[in-house]
């Protein structure tokens, strides 16, 4: 069997949003790419509404920037915290003002329709087979790749392929066979999910609401055009089958929307998880997305954390199967992104814990915390790696992201630099490298960037450092003042041998 059947580089099982970046970024990098998705079709269930400003970056590292910004509106308005009495307790204020990634902070859009574009993106790359209806059934791994069991329409094949990565889901038959156990971080809550279309205008606010309300908390977003969302707790006692009745669903947002004005899109009951893995990779087999972590929806992260994955991933495989990495190189991937998935997740319990107080005696209290300007705890963790493929010696830069600014020329600044390593700094400095360092440079096909543009010039000022070492993901491999300094943060640069 598996002798006759293509090897593939990459099988990646799902086609959710962590699969299909994923098999943009390794498409875009000319890598031949199976995927496997169970259903026929895009999972029609709302889901995701928000993502960052990074991710954004992500999307356009695979030239899908304009068609992600057409489905999306940027998210300047904030959220206010609204106790049961309709006072607002708190406002965590928006911003229209530009992020570091080139963009803006915050997007809302309808998951969909983003999963609807990644698809389309996939047929640029007729290296990428994308295989709908078929169900990964089966794994054996081997020393040099791996064989995948399929099934389709009723009949069973074999696959190969030379690394798999499951972004199959919470559930992940991929997690399973790994046998990567989950480790329960605290939340596990049942939330029902409204999604509605506003047939007319409708006096709602375009900001989120978090109403505080003890006796039923809800969450109101504005997500995108005339598409808007209640979140609402599901309480011991309820019925959850008489929850997902029309008229039920229409007497608890009565205070805000009447069916005259808008049109049901789907109900859901979610249970809200908050979970991670412990074994993202075992040998050839890896996981991404909610596959390896999954976080309660409060700060709107889970396919966010997903995308981060596969950027972090994607490069890693590439330079491993073209043989500038040694394997080792995929343990870095894990160690890398645990410990910001696992920080965003235990902050998604903590505001779970405040917007999810049904006892009357401690939801008073902590309005009244609110109103004292607390509890302060909405601050992302900052976006750094933990230990991995970059200096450890400067935690203040390196394992960080690299701003995006725009350039003299109105281009971003990674469309000048394409999804490579690149090495920027004053002419002096690099200069000062060793000719080994130059060479190194240029078989790890970075590009060298000796006159910087004032931005980055006023980067470097700030950072006290003559040059920066970056890698295709955009993340800092490190700083340098000297031509030494300059050699030695160049060996984190992959080389083939
Ligand atoms: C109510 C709610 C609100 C949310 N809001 C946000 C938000 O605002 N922002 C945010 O970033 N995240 C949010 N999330 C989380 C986000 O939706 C998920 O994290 C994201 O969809 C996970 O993507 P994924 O590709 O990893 O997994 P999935 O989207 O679950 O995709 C997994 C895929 O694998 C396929 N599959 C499974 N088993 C097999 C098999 N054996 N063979 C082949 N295929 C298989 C499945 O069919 C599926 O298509 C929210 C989630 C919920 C429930």
Redesign the pocket.
């Known amino acids: 069997m598996a002798e006759q059947a293509p090897l593939y580089d990459v099988a990646i099982?799902?086609?959710?949003?962590?699969?299909?970046v994923l098999a943009n970024l390794l498409g875009a990098a000319g890598r031949s790419v199976l995927v496997?998705?169970?259903?026929t079709g895009v999972?029609p269930l709302?889901?995701?509404?928000?993502?960052d400003g990074e991710?954004l970056r992500v999307l356009q590292s695979v030239g899908l920037r304009e068609q992600v910004l057409a489905i999306a509106r940027p998210g300047t308005q904030g959220m206010h915290f609204v106790n049961e009495a309709g006072q607002t307790l708190l406002v965590r204020g928006g911003t229209a003002a530009l992020g570091p990634h080139g963009g803006a902070n915050n997007y809302y859009f309808h998951?969909p329709e983003l999963e609807a574009v990644l698809r389309a993106g996939l047929a640029r790359h007729p290296q990428v087979d994308v295989r709908l209806g078929?169900?990964?059934?089966g794994i054996a791994p081997h020393a040099d790749r791996v064989a995948l069991q399929?099934r389709s329409a009723g009949a069973s094949a074999t696959l190969q392929a030379r690394y798999v990565v499951g972004?199959?889901?919470?559930?992940?038959?991929v997690r399973q066979h790994m046998r990567s156990p989950l480790v329960d971080l605290g939340l596990c809550q049942p939330?029902l999910?409204f999604d509605v279309i506003l047939q007319q205008p409708v006096d709602l606010p375009g900001h989120t609401v978090q109403h505080c309300d003890p006796r039923r908390p809800m969450t109101y977003c504005n997500v995108v055009g005339a598409r808007r969302r209640w979140?609402i707790m599901v309480l011991p006692g309820d019925d959850r089958d008489a929850l997902v009745q029309p008229e039920t669903l229409w007497r608890l947002v009565a205070p805000w929307v009447t069916p005259g004005q808008a049109q049901l899109e789907r109900a859901?009951i979610?249970t809200?998880h908050s979970v991670i893995a412990e074994g993202w990779r075992a040998g050839r087999l890896l996981l991404?997305?909610?596959?390896c972590h999954?976080?309660p929806?409060f700060l709107?992260?889970?396919?966010?954390?997903?995308?981060r994955d596969a950027a972090n991933l994607a490069w890693k495989l590439d330079a491993v199967l073209a043989g500038r990495a040694p394997e080792a190189l995929l343990d870095t991937y894990e160690s890398e992104r645990k410990p910001h998935v696992r920080a965003l997740i235990e902050l998604a319990v903590r505001l779970g814990g405040i917007i999810q107080t049904t006892d009357p005696a401690e939801a008073a209290a902590r309005d009244a915390r609110f109103r004292a300007g607390g509890p302060e705890i909405f601050e992302l963790p900052p976006q750094l790696l933990g230990p991995g493929a970059f200096d450890p010696t400067a935690p203040a830069v390196a394992g960080r992201p690299f701003p995006q600014p725009r350039l003299r020329d109105g281009r971003l600044l990674d469309e000048l630099l394409g999804r490579r390593s690149a090495v920027i700094g004053r002419s002096a400095a690099l200069q000062a490298a060793a000719p080994a360092t130059a060479e190194r440079w240029r078989r790890s096909g970075a590009i060298v960037i000796d006159q910087p543009e004032p931005a980055i010039d006023a980067w470097l000022d700030a950072h006290g450092a003559q040059a920066v070492v970056l890698r295709p993901d955009r993340y800092i491999v490190g700083v340098a003042r000297t031509g030494a300094e300059l050699d030695r943060i160049s060996q984190y640069l992959p080389v083939a041998p």
Request: glycine share 14%; net charge negative; proline share 7%.
């Open positions: 099982v799902g086609l959710g949003p962590t699969g299909a496997l998705e169970k259903e999972f709302p889901r995701a509404i928000h993502f991710v998951q078929h169900e990964l059934t399929v972004c199959d889901g919470a559930r992940s038959p939330w999910v979140e859901a979610y809200f991404a997305g909610d596959a999954q976080t929806p709107g992260q889970g396919m966010c954390a997903g995308i």
